[in-house]
């Protein structure tokens, strides 16, 4: 199984920003733990803060992975063009989020993601990625 983990803007900054939310450690950092993880599963990452790259990787992927896990960032709560982008293409995509973003600020609650995804895992630290890749795994 081949899956590609997207993340959005902002999340470059793991690691060092608001490690109360996010934790201390960086994503590349994870995403090697991930790696030794699932040794049976291809696992690839792209992080961008440019919506349109986003929306083209998502495109591509359709091609190429079995599925896709997305960490939009703030682009969960704005961008119409990478829930178009995921409803347009035949694989799965299962959204994550590293907080519970009904527990923060209002406008975090809603998601133009989620009624495109097969599933949505939040609040779980980094832990969501994992929890997403099993859900993979497991269907």
Do not use: C, W
């Not at 590609?4 to 060092?16: A, F, H, R, T, W």
């Amino acid at each position: 199984m081949k899956i590609l983990i997207i993340n959005g803007p902002n999340l470059n900054l793991l690691g060092k920003r608001e490690p109360g939310i996010y934790g201390n450690q960086t994503f590349e950092e994870f995403f090697k733990e991930l790696q030794v993880k699932y040794t049976e599963t291809t696992l690839a990452y792209f992080q961008s803060n440019i919506e349109g790259e986003l929306i083209t990787k998502i495109q591509d992927a359709d091609d190429e992975y079995d599925g896709i896990i997305i960490n939009a960032g703030a682009y969960t709560h704005t961008s119409i063009g990478i829930a178009d982008a995921i409803k347009a293409i035949s694989k799965p995509v299962i959204e994550v989020h590293i907080s519970n973003t009904f527990g923060r600020e209002e406008f975090r609650h809603q998601s133009y993601i989620s009624p495109n995804a097969k599933g949505v895992i939040l609040g779980f630290g980094m832990q969501s990625y994992a929890l997403a890749i099993q859900s993979f795994l497991t269907v």
